[in-house]
């Protein structure tokens, strides 16, 4: 099966500038994740969808970052204005149904290489 | 806030030696993962941990699971070259979220 698909793989901008990031999820998954991992560090939840909907971005800077999954599917991820301390790479995850089989096993993507200068 | 420690953070072994990593949390939860992830690529799902005492073994790394003492540990035996990577464990409190450790990155010296 085809797996989690995230564009680009890299991007370079300079501080204040936009950037969005896109993700394709396995097919039928209904949980979508965006994870900032930082070098060195582990990956952070930013946004978590349940279909559609929202279920956690307690952790989401949403002064500048935004994010949706229209109809319930791919689901982009918008930083404006970037500032350097957004340098990071921005992984896409999906999961089929975590409460259905009580557990959850993340697929991720390749995600996308950040540097704002 | 839960929080997930790895130690130790780096681990440089030789080849044919034994080793453990650990994973603590700070809360009760009976559900633990281990991922994978090579320089520059993305995580890979390596173990599922379902149970207090649960044990998952693939090749020379075995995993388990101490929920009383909130601990998990990923062993080495013989560690070879491919290998090397960084390890990265994650506590699921609710099913929906999970909570990613530190990370512990792993080199393994011929």
């Known amino acids: 099966e085809a797996g989690v698909a995230q564009s680009p793989r890299y991007k370079i901008i300079e501080k204040r500038q936009s950037v969005a990031f896109w993700c394709n999820p396995i097919s039928g998954h209904a949980t979508l994740y965006w994870y900032q991992q930082i070098l060195g560090q582990g990956p952070k939840l930013l946004i978590q969808f349940q279909n559609n909907g929202v279920v956690d971005d307690s952790q989401l800077p949403k002064d500048r970052f935004s994010a949706e999954r229209l109809k319930g599917v791919d689901s982009t991820l918008k930083i404006q204005p970037a500032k350097l301390e957004d340098s990071a790479v921005y992984l896409c995850?999906?999961?089929?149904?975590?409460?259905?089989?009580?557990?959850?096993?993340?697929?991720f993507g390749a995600g996308t290489r950040l540097s704002v200068l | 806030e839960l929080k997930v420690e790895q130690n130790p953070l780096f681990l440089s072994m030789q080849e044919g030696k034994n080793y453990t990593i650990y994973c603590n949390y700070s809360?009760?939860?009976?559900?633990l993962y281990w991922y994978r992830q090579d320089p520059g690529k993305s995580l890979e799902s390596l173990f599922v941990l379902l149970s207090n005492g649960a044990v998952k073994q693939e090749g020379r790394l075995m995993a388990s699971l101490d929920t009383k003492a909130r601990l998990s540990t990923l062993h080495i035996t013989a560690a070879v070259h491919d290998l090397s990577a960084t390890y990265f464990c994650?506590?699921?409190?609710?099913?929906?979220?999970?909570?990613f450790g530190t990370g512990t990155k792993l080199q393994v010296i011929p």
């Open positions: 995850a999906s999961s089929l149904d975590p409460v259905a089989l009580a557990k959850n096993i993340q697929y």
């Open positions: 994650a506590v699921d409190l609710s099913y929906q979220k999970v909570t």
């Open positions: 809360t009760t939860s009976d559900r």
